[in-house]
């Protein structure tokens, strides 16, 4: 059975960092490529960013680019998120996800219909 499990979100301050976790079970991260959503409150989700399969490409939403990181950790079968310069508009329940396709690319990362399995996502409120 596979679990995504988020962990990190709280509560921080315009201009803070925050780093989220996604640990796997389940599936193993080198054989999945990973990616991280988000959904704010009466807007629809939006792709954050994403590590393909192999580790060494990734895709950040433009709204992002610059100012978040991911990363991941085979040893742990964990995924991160690495957020700085956080602002109110990256406000958002924040949610994992992985899908073994294929043919992964800057395209099919950014929509969630690709994606197998999902975590249930952990809460990240920036105050301005």
Do not use: H
Not at 24 to 32: D, P
Not at 78 to 95: E, G, H, I, N
């Amino acid at each position: 059975q596979v679990q995504l499990v988020e962990s990190g979100g709280g509560l921080v301050q315009a201009g803070d960092s925050l780093r989220l976790s996604c640990t796997a079970s389940g599936l193993s991260l080198s054989n999945n490529n990973m990616a991280w959503f988000r959904q704010a409150p009466g807007k629809e989700r939006e792709f954050v960013s994403a590590i393909k399969w192999t580790g060494a490409t990734t895709y950040y939403a433009d709204s992002v680019k610059g100012r978040f990181t991911i990363s991941r950790d085979d040893a742990r079968n964990t995924v991160y998120l690495q957020m700085s310069s956080l602002k109110p508009a990256d406000t958002a329940v924040y949610s994992c996800a992985a899908t073994s396709w294929g043919t992964f690319s800057q395209s099919s990362a950014t929509r969630a219909a690709v994606y197998d399995y999902w975590g249930q996502g952990t809460q990240v409120t920036v105050s301005s």
